[in-house]
């Protein structure tokens, strides 16, 4: 591994940085993040009295300007015009990566559309902060951000998702943990391997891991701390075990009518499946474009 310590280089001018800081503990600000953020002329953040504190506590003085969700089209648009003269800018958001769940896809979007040069200053976010804590696979996941915030869409999404076999990672507001919890546990299954991250870097850090079932039940418990920042990680759905195969009905008609006569077909498929043979005879005349008939 090649490593380039090069925190001295110089802020270009025209181009937009992209600068990941803290998600709660101030140490976890990089050298580099530092050194972009004093470099550059504007700093567009998402609240600018939350990043004046950051900034305050760095020494740093850099031209401070707002770029949230109501006004990031607009605010975009005004920060390519400071690119394309030459000026530079670092986009931070409250805590972690931008657009990481925050604003800023817009401007990227619209920079990289232009030709303008993004720089990316890495560093932390809640996402694999959680997901590296969870004890879950890492190798693949899906990150989905926060779940909808009323029932019947946040259960709907759950169930688009429930089949996926790769790890899941949800950030979630601490009033809505304990019904996300339980949407979970209905429509995902309560034994799933899960885990709890709350107020990850902080002084109150804490870990939960258990199945989704005991999750709810510690985060529903009367006491429970449901204060802080949540991220739940969920493991994907297993494979079926050897002896236990799930297909679907379709498809396994259509197999057999690839090689046997439609009787059959019907036949196997019901000695198969234990379904009813005039349902699957019905089907079978469908999916093979005969018109339907009685027996
Ligand atoms: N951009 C951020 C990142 O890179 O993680 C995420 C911003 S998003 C608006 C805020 C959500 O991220 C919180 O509601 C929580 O789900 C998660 N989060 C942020 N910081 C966290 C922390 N220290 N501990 C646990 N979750 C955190």
Redesign the pocket.
């Known amino acids: 591994m090649d490593y380039t310590l090069s925190i001295d280089e110089s802020v270009r001018p025209g181009t937009l940085y992209v600068v ?1 800081t803290p ?2 503990n101030l140490g976890d600000i990089s050298a580099r993040a530092v050194h972009v953020l004093h470099g550059v002329d504007h700093i567009a953040a998402e609240d600018t009295r939350h990043s004046a504190r950051l900034l305050a506590h760095l020494g740093i003085t850099t031209a401070l300007s707002s770029v949230h969700e109501h006004n990031e089209r607009a605010r975009s648009a005004a920060i390519l015009g400071w690119l394309g003269e030459g000026k530079s800018v670092a986009l931070i ?6 657009m ?3 604003p800023g896809y817009p401007l990227v979007n619209a920079a990289v559309a232009t030709g303008l040069p993004v720089v990316v200053v890495p560093g ?4 694999v902060t ?1 997901l590296c804590a969870s004890g879950l696979p890492t190798d693949r996941f899906v990150f989905e951000g ?1 779940l909808p915030a009323r029932g019947g869409p946040r259960r709907q999404r759950l169930q688009a998702l429930a089949r996926l076999d790769v790890t899941r990672v949800f ?3 601490p009033h809505r943990i304990v019904a996300a919890l339980g949407d979970m546990v209905d429509v995902l299954g309560g034994e799933r391997r899960a885990s709890v ?6 002084r109150h850090e804490s870990l939960y891991h258990g199945s989704l079932a005991e999750l709810h039940e510690k985060f529903s418990a009367p006491g429970a701390e449901r204060r ?4 739940i990680c969920v493991a994907g759905a297993s494979a079926p075990p050897l002896d236990r195969i799930e297909i679907e009905t379709d498809t396994l008609l259509e197999k057999l009518l690839g090689i046997l006569p439609l009787r059959q077909a019907v036949d196997t498929a019901a000695g198969i499946s234990g379904l009813r043979r005039n349902a699957l005879y019905q089907r079978a005349l469908e999916l093979s474009g005969d018109t339907p008939a009685s027996e």
């Open positions: 990941a998600i709660g958001s409250d805590a972690g990566t931008p990481i769940s925050d932390p976010t809640a996402l959680a926060f950030y979630e507001a991250a709350r107020e990850l870097t902080k802080g920042e949540f991220v």
